[in-house]
């Protein structure tokens, strides 16, 4: 059933555009999994030129975004994802990281910063490491994504408690960063045994 469903959401978001390589904002499902699967490992650059690492946040839960400079679902849904930042800024057990990935131009870093300081997004930004020739991105790969946005909530023992995939244009700011909270919530308690795959 878990597998069905992760098909279905492949299949939607790949009919949509947002299969990493469009630039469409063609509405997609809005997908949530519960995954309780090991997060792969990993160490980012983020925009100052600091490593962060998921070892880094051991004992908290981890709100990983997937996005991009080109992907107009993934900037629609910031407004919502900074209400979702703001919320949580006093809690040091949570911790919000925005992976840029798949990106295409040779100075995508400059256009990351610029993006990011002219929306006043107060989001830590971390920058995947794109493979030789440039048309892939590591840790896109390692957590086998299909398109983005899509995001990931870790718990505080590094186990991917939720999955998230694609963002409706029609959700309010208010939405997404309630069901976001949701997740944060449900990740900070202990994983129920046996769960399985799930849309909404």
């Known amino acids: 059933m878990k597998q069905y469903l992760k098909s279905v959401a492949v299949a939607a978001l790949l009919l949509s555009g947002l299969n990493g390589h469009s630039q469409s904002t063609t509405p997609a499902p809005k997908f949530e999994y519960i995954t309780n699967q090991p ?6 650059e983020d925009m100052n030129g600091k490593t962060v690492s998921l070892a880094d946040c051991k004992g908290k839960v981890v709100v990983v975004d997937f996005w991009a400079t080109w992907c107009g679902p993934c900037k629609a849904s910031f407004p919502g994802m900074q209400q979702a930042v703001n919320r949580y800024k006093d809690d040091k057990d949570v911790v919000f990281l925005f992976v840029d990935t798949r990106e295409k131009t040779e100075n995508y870093k400059q256009l990351v910063r610029d993006f990011i300081a002219k ?3 107060t989001f830590n930004v971390l920058f995947d490491q794109r493979f030789a020739d440039g048309t892939k ?5 390692d957590y086998k994504i299909v398109g983005i946005p899509t995001k990931f909530i870790i718990d505080r023992d590094g186990i991917v408690r939720f999955e998230k995939i694609g963002f409706m244009p029609g959700e309010s700011a208010e939405a997404l960063a309630d069901n976001v909270a949701g997740m944060v919530e449900q990740a900070k308690k202990p994983a129920v045994p046996g769960a399985t795959a799930k849309a909404k």
Do not use: C, V
């Open 39 to 44: 997060a792969p490992a990993f160490a980012l």
């Open 119 to 121: 929306n006043n997004y």
């Open 137 to 141: 991105s590591k840790l896109y790969t």
